[in-house]
């Protein structure tokens, strides 16, 4: 079985620049979240899709983020205008539901480097 | 809102030791706590889950326990090997929101 898919692996931009990162989940997974994790800390939340809508993005900064999963499978994160402190690894993860057990699958990530 | 905490922020052990990796959570409300792998360039790779009803759940050389009432968590690795060096998060979950820790980035020694 596939694992969690992401594009591109690595991205360097400037600040105020534009950049988007695209994930494609687990077959079948009707979960899909992408998280952040900044050097040396644990991936933090930015938004849940439940197929194509959101569950959960309290903690997206929607000035300058934003997300969409179109057709509820393939999904894209997008940074516009990008600050130094973007900088960090974009994880995204799908999850299927068995035995009451709620478990996501990550994919292996988007490093981002804004200078 | 749910905190977790994870002590030591790096460890170093040589080879063979057994060792005990901490974390610990503000708010008892969980549904289930879970040990993730972290390698560098990689993504997250579930070890251990344990229920909120449980109190340890093993695989291999790897023990994890939980303690609900105070909050902890410990993850057991027994004989530590090389290739068990990497990043390890735990994480709680509330429904389908995991809050992750900081993670102990650990170092075995050949």
């Known amino acids: 079985e596939a694992g969690v898919a992401q594009s591109p692996r690595y991205k360097i931009i400037e600040k105020r620049q534009s950049v988007a990162f695209w994930c494609n989940p687990i077959?079948?997974?009707?979960?899909l979240y992408w998280y952040q994790q900044i050097l040396g800390q644990g991936p933090k939340l930015l938004i849940q899709?439940?197929?194509?809508?959101?569950?959960?993005d309290s903690q997206l900064p929607k000035d300058r983020f934003s997300a969409e999963r179109l057709k509820g499978v393939d999904s894209t994160l997008k940074i516009q205008p990008a600050k130094l402190e973007d900088s960090a690894v974009y994880l995204c993860?799908?999850?299927?539901?068995?035995?009451?057990?709620?478990?996501?699958?990550f994919g292996p990530g988007t490093r981002l480097l804004v200078l | 809102k749910q905190e977790v905490t994870q002590i030591p922020a790096a460890l170093s052990v040589p080879e063979g030791e057994n060792l005990v990796l901490n974390c610990s959570f503000t708010?008892?409300?969980?549904?289930?706590l879970q040990w993730f792998r972290q390698d560098p360039g990689k993504g997250l790779t579930s070890l251990l889950l344990?229920?909120?009803?449980?109190r340890e759940q093993t695989s291999g050389r790897l023990n994890a326990s939980l303690d609900k009432s105070s909050g902890r968590s410990t993850l057991y690795i027994a004989a530590s090997q090389p290739g068990d060096s990497a990043t390890y998060l735990c994480?709680?979950?509330?429904?389908?929101?995991?809050?992750f820790g900081g993670g102990t980035r650990l170092m075995v020694k050949p």
């Open positions: 994480a709680v979950s509330a429904g389908n929101m995991l809050t």
């Open positions: 077959s079948g997974h009707a979960t």
């Open positions: 993860a799908s999850s299927l539901r068995l035995a009451g057990v709620e478990t996501q699958y």
């Open positions: 708010d008892s409300a969980i549904y289930n």
């Open positions: 344990i229920q909120s009803s449980q």
């Open positions: 899709f439940q197929n194509n809508g959101v569950v959960d």
